[in-house]
């Protein structure tokens, strides 16, 4: 579904590419670890995604929190080191960016699910 798609790949490769944002660490640094920033985000959009869409199947929505989860476990080892460190806001802007990509990639797969269905 979403982490098989060549849409999630490209996201994978873009977020190598920008690695360098989390090489500085500035003085704004947050209380929270990256780990706890990309969870709660994740966690909100996907939630968004379930209130977008209530009518879809359990079954459906247990894949998507399954591909959540793989999301999760991807950033978890692109960040190594990093995940729990406390990001600067430059940080958890580039990952709120992120995630909200992500979240439209969700969303495609949504849509083609349902205009199938």
Do not use: C
């Not at 060549?6 to 209380?31: C, K, N, P, Q, R």
Request: proline share 3%; charged share 20%.
């Amino acid at each position: 579904m979403v982490v098989e798609s060549d849409g999630y790949h490209a996201l994978i490769e873009y977020f190598t590419e920008h690695l360098s944002v989390f090489a500085a660490t500035g003085t704004d640094a947050s209380e929270e670890t990256v780990e706890n920033v990309v969870t709660d985000l994740i966690a909100t959009n996907l939630m968004a995604v379930f209130g977008q869409n209530p009518d879809l199947e359990p079954e459906f929505r247990f894949k998507l929190m399954q591909e959540a989860d793989a999301v999760l476990d991807d950033m978890a080892e692109m960040l190594g080191g990093l995940w729990q460190k406390n990001p600067g806001i430059e940080q958890i802007t580039f990952l709120e960016d992120y995630i909200s990509l992500v979240k439209n990639l969700f969303d495609s797969v949504i849509s083609q699910q349902t205009s199938h269905a």
